[in-house]
């Protein structure tokens, strides 16, 4: 049985969920209700910032290097 309702929920409903719940609701019109939400309030994470691709890509490097999560030579 397909789901009648979807709830994508991220951190701050800031930018994943509500991406992942248009994209949803692209792809399955009006079959299913779709809804995002946000589980904590609180400031902007790091990709909802805004600026150029370019600024973007430059502050997840910052981010993974900063918490060890990569190495960047």
């Given at each position: 049985m397909a789901p009648?309702?979807?709830l994508f929920a991220c951190?701050?409903?800031?930018?994943?969920?509500?991406?992942?719940?248009?994209?949803?609701r692209h792809l399955a019109g009006e079959r299913i209700y779709v809804?995002?939400?946000g589980v904590r309030a609180g400031a902007l994470d790091l990709l909802h910032k805004g600026g150029s691709s370019e600024d973007l890509i430059q502050r997840v490097r910052e981010h993974l290097v900063a918490?060890?999560?990569?190495?960047i030579s």
């Open positions: 009648s309702n979807v951190t701050l409903n800031a930018v994943r969920s509500p991406m992942a719940a248009a994209l949803m809804e995002s939400a918490n060890a999560l990569v190495s």
